[in-house]
């Protein structure tokens, strides 16, 4: 089987995410996924796949086995060929992971150069550091001048661990302390410290930044929550004194009414508003996240870099 084709700009967040996928499909046992780990994993070649689908695997097997099917030995060397052959890398100005509390958290810099603002992503839940969207926000907020930091909120053990029993991603006080943390480490970095700033939160990590936003009240100037569940972060949501955007998916009927209850508890002086994306399920997708990037992007360039915001 010939390997897979590299393309001309790779994205190695995609390839981190395609390990990601593949580690999902063997704990809900997909047939496909336990294929590839036999075609492409030593470890795995002459077992059946009752027993593959049995044993227990980490990211590493699954990055390993991205890396094979690309036609490399192993994910080190698949992920410096990545690193080379990408036209243009600013985050290498910034470590790709950092310490928050003793845990080893992966971290993207994206838009830095000549920026204005600066918006932390802070996603857990169905929405992870290497989810589409939020690469096309990204570059949405890059060309309104706005630097984005994308961070994950779980190690990589915790990461699998989550993956099975979907524990850590309601554990709204542990990601909030996380991303205070990471919101911490860009307070220490001089190209960055002093950049207005705010959070957009997706999934469980909308909850996440609302309590990171009181634990950083003088640096935090606005806050979305896309495609997030803000109501987990309960009464805390009313002591919120930024403005606050939610943009959620018609057909997402459950997180809606919820999002709908809990917008209500904050105070009339605090502009805060619901966008609606008609037909858009969660996470957001396609067009959806387009109109996503767009409605986001205005909201930080109203409130981060606008005249009135400063």
Known sequence: MSAKIIPPRPDLDQYRKQAK?????????????????????????KRDLAEIRATQIRLADAQFVIAREHGFKNWPDFQQHVRTTTAAVESIAFPERISVDGADL??????WKDAKALVQFIAAGDVDHDDPGLALMSERLASAGICSVVSELLTE????????????????????KRAAGVTAWIASQSTLANLPMGYVGGGTGAAAAVLATLQHP?????LVSNAGRPDLAGPWIGRIDVPMLAVIGGEASVALGFTRSVMQVIPDRIPHEIRILDSATHPFSGESATRAAALVGEWFERYLISPSAT
């Open 21 to 45: 996928d593949l580690l999902k499909a063997h704990v809900q046992g997909a047939l496909d996924a336990l294929e590839r780990l036999r075609s492409h994993h030593a470890r795995f070649a």
């Open 106 to 111: 992966a971290l993207r810099v994206h838009g």
């Open 157 to 176: 053990d915790e990461w699998v661990e989550d993956a099975i029993n979907e524990a850590l991603r309601f554990d709204i006080q542990l990601l909030g």
């Open 218 to 222: 003088a640096r935090i100037r606005a």
